[in-house]
């Protein structure tokens, strides 16, 4: 996990204050966590905090630069307004650098066409791991191989290839991804598609 800046101000509480934030362009967001006594209200730029989600991620380490002093932190909730699709507060988790921390890392599945081609179907079970390790070994995905899966395999919590240093907190017998055959009326449609051949008009 490699580490990014992000420039934060201390905020005053309450709902007026958080519209003047608003305002302003800036999200409210709270800092608590590793050697803290209380926690920490503060604020972050809108555009700067949705720039530094899509260019790395949400499990990226943070160097939080509050009133001249940097700490280190993750992120550790994102609130979002599901109407308006957009980020209404962020939860900052100190941490320190030399203990293991839990994450929630989204699963990539490649293969998927290789898959589909065989004739079956990719059901999803689970899209994302809890994992733990130190906060610098953290990986912003996990890649989880499909394409040598036939129909009926399987794929396990336990099955899923994590990097040295990391070890998986979820059930080692919970379903990531299974591949199921096509139903019945599936089959026949798929294949009456492909015995139609295209009429021609005669002039």
Known sequence: MQSVNIEAIKRDTGKYAVRRLKNKGYIPAILYGKDMTENIPVAVEYSNLQKLLQKHGRNVLLNVIVDGSTLNAVIKEIQEDTLKGKIIHVDFQRVSMYEEIEATVPLK???????????????????ELTVESLPTKIPQEIVVD??????????????????????VVDDPDEVVVSVLAPRQGEEEEEEAKETETPQTSEE
């Open 109 to 127: 599945f490649e293969g998927i066409g290789i898959v589909e081609s065989k004739g079956g179907i990719v059901q999803h079970q689970l899209w």
């Open 146 to 167: 499909l394409s040598n899966l036939n129909i009926g395999d399987t794929i396990f919590v336990r099955d899923i290839q994590v990097p040295e240093g990391v070890k």
